[in-house]
T-cell receptor, first 114, second 117 residues
Framework: AQSVTQLDSQVPVFEEAPVELRCNYS??????LFWYVQYPNQGLQLLLK??????LVKGINGFEAEFNKSQTSFHLRKPSVHISDTAEYFC????????????FGTGTRLQVTL | GAVVSQHPSRVICKSGTSVKIECRSL??????MFWYRQFPKKSLMLMAT?????????EQGVEKDKFLINHASLTLSTLTVTSAHPEDSSFYIC?????????????FGEGSRLTVL
């Protein structure tokens, strides 16, 4: 079984500042890792995913994440945030065997202000 | 455009009634769909895996008689909340695994907010 920890429930940041949303996972097997974004009263949209290969993954809207196997982390970063990035961000993991069965973290609310 | 469509997006019902939520895959055939429940300010909890042409697989603690799932075609899965009570009020989200895709990427519907009075 896997688990995902998102330590920060809320991250306030000023517009144009950089941001990092932390994600740590636990698994005894190889994993796939994902970041999803959820805007109010909407479903989830995939930001980026790590399946294999390069540990630095680039996604949509200028986000990127780095897979660190030794630290079991997959932190999400953006060098300069915009007001429109305000949303809930979920980190998720699945094992490579049951690839579609995702386990989600509790989410991080990114609040961007002027 | 949307890959997965859920309907209704919002529904309010009286306690004791049943509510059906539809999840449609618009762009591809989906042999597998997933139903999640999201509590306020909480993460998504997987309720069940819906398999086309067979019975759904429910996660531990989810009442199968309470949350009926039907996946009669490759593009449609339905979740029926039977005899709904206020504690069933929640945001329900479906997701679709594309046929022949095994990379773990899921496409999510817009969600359905159920309020039981």
């Amino acid at each position: 079984a896997q688990s995902v920890t998102q330590l920060d429930s809320q991250v306030p940041v000023f517009e144009e500042a950089p941001v990092e949303l932390r994600c740590n996972y636990s698994s005894s097997v190889s994993v796939y890792l994902f970041w999803y974004v959820q805007y109010p009263n909407q479903g989830l949209q995939l930001l980026l995913k790590y399946l294999s290969g390069s540990t630095l993954v680039k996604g949509i809207n200028g986000f990127e994440a780095e897979f660190n196997k030794s630290q079991t982390s997959f932190h999400l970063r953006k060098p300069s945030v915009h007001i429109s990035d305000t949303a809930e961000y979920f980190c998720a993991v699945s094992d490579t065997g049951t690839a579609s069965k995702l386990t989600f973290g509790t989410g991080t609310r990114l609040q961007v202000t002027l | 455009g949307a890959v997965v469509s859920q309907h209704p997006s919002r529904v309010i019902c009286k306690s004791g009634t049943s509510v059906k939520i539809e999840c449609r895959s618009l762009d591809f055939q989906a042999t597998t769909m997933f139903w999640y429940r999201q509590f306020p300010k909480k993460s998504l909890m997987l309720m069940a895996t819906s398999n086309e042409g067979s019975k759904a697989t429910y996660e531990q603690g989810v009442e199968k008689d309470k949350f009926l799932i039907n996946h009669a075609s490759l593009t449609l899965s339905t979740l029926t909340v039977t005899s709904a009570h206020p504690e069933d009020s929640s945001f329900y989200i479906c997701s679709v695994k594309a046929y022949s895709q095994n990379t773990g990427e899921l496409f999510f519907g817009e969600g359905s907010r159920l309020t039981v009075l």
